[in-house]
């Protein structure tokens, strides 16, 4: 009954895609809920796209108060450059002790990306949290100390320790905390499922619930947890 579009379509593996229709949707669902807001008199829904997604077809079925539709897009495969790194052995084959506390981290991580908060919090574009250009890609295949790992699922800036690492956008801080693989980390919530990591943190200078505007000083770059040296990994 309404216009659905989808773009990039095709989309790639570690995309984020963009779906706009012209009327309240009461419900849509991609392999869980998706939430729409409003943008002037359109209806936007952002979509990310797991770097190791299965490509192939998805379908994105929306309801409107007078009938529904299924937006069918394509998801392709990409080919990601491998990157090579060396660091501390404890971080490739952690020890045994910290497994419990490795596990615990990752189910609450798990339990937070489950989590829309209802409102929308940022407003307009995500600014850099540094003044930099980043030096290495969203969802490169990594491989430390020789051993294949998880794709790399932030950019990283190559800026000195000490420099403040600024909030992308206006949200919650949901994580503030020292956590193995990326130390001190800094997790904000933008609403609606969409969240911006800060992590390898040498400081950090927000707390958990703390409302932030975009901007707003969450700590300063460091070389904590799994990192070769001082950048901020986002
Ligand atoms: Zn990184």
Redesign the pocket.
């Known amino acids: 009954p309404h216009e659905l579009t989808a773009r990039p379509e095709p989309a790639a593996q570690g995309d984020v895609v963009l779906v706009e229709t012209g009327a309240a949707p009461l419900s849509a669902s991609l392999d869980g809920a998706v939430p729409f807001y409003r943008e002037g008199d359109r209806w936007v829904a952002l979509v990310g796209i797991d770097a190791e997604a299965r490509p192939g077809r998805r379908d994105l079925r929306v309801r409107w108060e007078d009938g529904e539709a299924t937006l069918r897009f394509e998801v392709r495969a990409k080919a990601f450059p491998t990157e090579r790194l060396r660091v501390e052995p404890r971080y490739v084959e952690p020890p045994a002790e910290v497994a419990a506390r490795i596990a615990a981290e990752k189910a609450r991580l798990d339990r937070l990306w489950e989590r829309r908060s209802p409102e929308r919090r940022w407003q307009g574009g995500f600014r850099r949290p540094v003044p930099a250009e980043p030096s290495?890609a969203f969802g490169l295949q990594r491989v430390f100390n020789g051993q294949r790992r998880s794709p790399?699922n932030?950019?990283?800036f190559p800026v000195g320790a000490g420099i403040p690492v600024a909030a992308a956008n206006a949200g919650e801080v949901a994580v503030a905390e020292d956590l193995y693989f990326t130390g001190n980390t800094v997790i904000v919530d933008h609403g609606l499922g969409l969240y911006t990591t800060y992590?390898h943190l040498s400081e950090i200078e927000v707390r958990v619930g703390q409302p932030i505007a975009a901007g707003t000083i969450v700590g300063r770059v460091g070389a904590t947890g799994r990192a070769t040296g001082p950048h901020l990994?986002w």
Do not use: I, K, N, Y
């Open positions: 290495s790399h932030g950019v990283d992590a990994h």
